[in-house]
């Protein structure tokens, strides 16, 4: 087994790494490989607020990123019943899907921080928000922010 003495050499060799991984972030670089998510973020964002309503609004994320953070909103919610927030991968693959609800009470708002970063593959890929009515897409007005590391995965 080992014991403590072999935890304490993963522990040393983890901390040692840390460091490194601090002066990676400081030119450009991530840190997500050292399982503690520390990176210089990013952003994108799209919104159709001041333009003519469409169903949903996209943006590309880098290859080898790693999102951290995404938001979107229907902040007048005029039409939707339900708001789909997805990233697709470079392959059109989903990697990641969510559905919210509009409750009648507020505008429907999704945020989340990821716990572990998500990795988006090689190539780039693309985060999505669309606005649903009962089972169809519909028009209303949409923002989408999604906050990742590069060269992360």
């Known amino acids: 087994?080992?014991?403590?003495?072999?935890?304490?050499?993963?522990?040393?060799?983890?901390?040692?790494?840390?460091?490194?991984?601090?002066?990676?972030?400081?030119?450009?670089?991530?840190?997500?490989?050292?399982?503690?998510?520390?990176?210089?973020?990013?952003?994108?964002?799209?919104?159709?607020?001041?333009?003519?309503?469409?169903s949903s609004v996209s943006v590309t994320v880098p290859g080898k990123s790693c999102i951290t953070k995404i938001y979107a909103s229907d902040p007048f919610a005029t039409n939707t019943k339900y708001m789909l927030v997805e990233v697709i991968d470079g392959s059109a693959n989903p990697i990641f899907c969510h559905t919210l609800p509009n409750l009648g009470n507020d505008d429907p708002v999704f945020d989340t921080t990821l716990v572990q970063p998500l990795c988006v593959g090689d190539t780039d890929a693309t985060a999505k928000v669309t606005a649903f009515g009962?089972?169809?897409?519909?028009?209303?007005?949409?923002?989408?922010?999604v906050v990742y590391c590069l060269n992360c995965c």
């Open 1 to 54: 087994m080992g014991g403590a003495n072999e935890i304490y050499k993963e522990i040393t060799a983890d901390t040692t790494e840390i460091p490194e991984c601090i002066n990676s972030c400081m030119y450009g670089g991530c840190c997500c490989k050292c399982g503690g998510g520390l990176c210089i973020a990013n952003s994108v964002c799209a919104t159709n607020i001041g333009e003519d309503p469409s």
């Open 134 to 145: 009962n089972t169809a897409p519909v028009n209303d007005k949409l923002t989408l922010t």
